[in-house]
């Protein structure tokens, strides 16, 4: 279990105090949060697809990230061990850069159909060892977290929907995925990286920003 005693802040704390749930706040601390994975948050974890990902910078910064990828796109090194990939995206390594930066982060996994949902703390780091590599065609870098504090989170506000399909641009067991539409904008073309160079005219030719932006909205992106 977690220390009750560690879990909050001195201002989460106060706000406890005012509403009147100091003593609420603390039986769930004593009583659900946990400071490794326990079987169900394994089995959980295991079984998603993507998951919403906070990070800050060194200022303090935060930004928030949906992740997105194959089932298991997380995986349980051991209980207090978790690893996940970055996968190619718009280049700005936004999440990542502030992982290198602050390394502390914040996890939440979520069925929006039973629905239920995991929240995970911790300390993250970037590495490119090929172990961590090989058990994620298709990343670029591997993140890995040292779990601090984890625990089910009441779903009662998660609004149910159905899921329609997988996104087609999650990498294949080769690491291999369809060239994205977004690269294909001829204004973006000269700042492209070199491996993206050229592949434009193979995957349907060049696109305008306003082309791509009416692909979006009717989702055929």
Avoid at 46 to 52: G, L
Avoid at 172 to 187: H, M, N, S, T, Y
Wanted: with cysteine; proline share 5%.
């Amino acid at each position: 279990m977690a220390d009750p005693k560690a879990f909050y802040t001195g201002a989460q704390r106060e706000i406890q105090v005012e509403q009147g749930s100091s003593g609420l706040a603390e039986a769930m601390a004593a009583t659900i949060v946990f400071d490794e994975l326990q079987d169900d948050h394994r089995a959980f974890i295991e079984s998603r697809d993507y998951f919403m990902l906070s990070t800050v910078n060194a200022e303090g910064e935060p930004t928030v990230s949906y992740k997105g990828g194959p089932v298991g796109i997380v995986q349980v090194l051991s209980a207090k061990k978790l690893a996940f990939p970055s996968f190619d995206g718009n280049g700005m390594f936004y999440s990542m850069g502030n992982i290198a930066d602050a390394g502390k982060i914040g996890m939440l996994f979520i069925d929006m159909e039973t629905p239920h949902r995991v929240r995970l703390q911790g300390t993250a780091t970037v590495s490119k060892a090929p172990d961590l590599m090989a058990r994620f065609p298709g990343a670029n870098m591997v993140v890995e977290v040292e779990v601090t504090s984890v625990f089910i989170n009441c779903a009662r506000y998660i609004h149910k929907h159905k899921r329609l399909e997988a996104s087609k641009y999650v990498p294949d067991e080769r690491g291999v995925q369809p060239f994205p539409a977004w690269k294909r904008i001829d204004l973006l073309q000269g700042a492209l990286p070199d491996k993206d160079q050229g592949k434009a005219e193979q995957a349907g030719g060049l696109i305008t920003a306003e082309q791509y932006q009416k692909a979006l909205e009717d989702g055929e992106s």
